[in-house]
C-alpha cells in the first residue's frame, strides 16, 4: 500500500519538478521587486545576443540624447509600463522547456486583477553560457513583438 501512495506522490510531484528550475530561476529573478528595468547595465551579465545588441543601442541613445525617450520605454518582463506589483506576483507562473544549452522560459501572468487585456504571455529564450543561463530574447505572445526585433534609431548617428 505504501509503494502504491509513494509511486502516486511521484507522478504527482513529477510534473510540477519539470515546471521551474534553473532556467526558470534565471527568468524569475526580472519578477522580483527590486528589478526595475532589464535594461539597466547593471543586469546586463544575465544576457547575451542578440537582445544586448539592442541594449547597446538603447544606452548609446540614452548618452547621445539623454532629455528624449530611448528606445525602450516600457518593462520587457512585462510587456508594459503600467502594472500592479501584488497582481503580477501573486498570478505570475513559470514554465519551462530545456534542449541542452538552449531553453525556453513560458511566464503567464495579470498586469492588473481585472480585464482580459491585462493577462501576458512572455516566452523567454536562454542560451547556458559558460554554466549560466543568459537571456538571448523576450518574445510577447500576448503582443506579437520580439525584443531583439524592436528597432532603435534613437541611438545611432546619422552619417
Known sequence: MRLIVL????????????????????VKFFYMPEVKFEADA???DRFTEPVTKLFDLNDQAQKNKPDEVPCI?????????DFDEKTVAKTLKLSEAVDGDSANVTVTF?????GDESKRE???????VDGQW???????????WT??????LAGQTPE
Do not use: H
Open 147 to 152: 525584443l531583439s526585433a524592436l528597432e532603435c
Open 7 to 26: 509511486a502516486a506522490a511521484l507522478s504527482i510531484a513529477a510534473p510540477a519538478a519539470a515546471l521551474a528550475g534553473p532556467a526558470s530561476n534565471a
Open 110 to 114: 495579470n498586469l492588473f486583477p481585472e
Open 73 to 81: 520605454d516600457f518593462a520587457p518582463s512585462l510587456g508594459a509600463q
Open 122 to 128: 512572455m516566452v523567454w529564450s536562454l542560451k547556458k
Open 134 to 144: 543568459k537571456v538571448a530574447d523576450i518574445t510577447s505572445k500576448t503582443s506579437g
Open 42 to 44: 547593471k543586469y546586463r
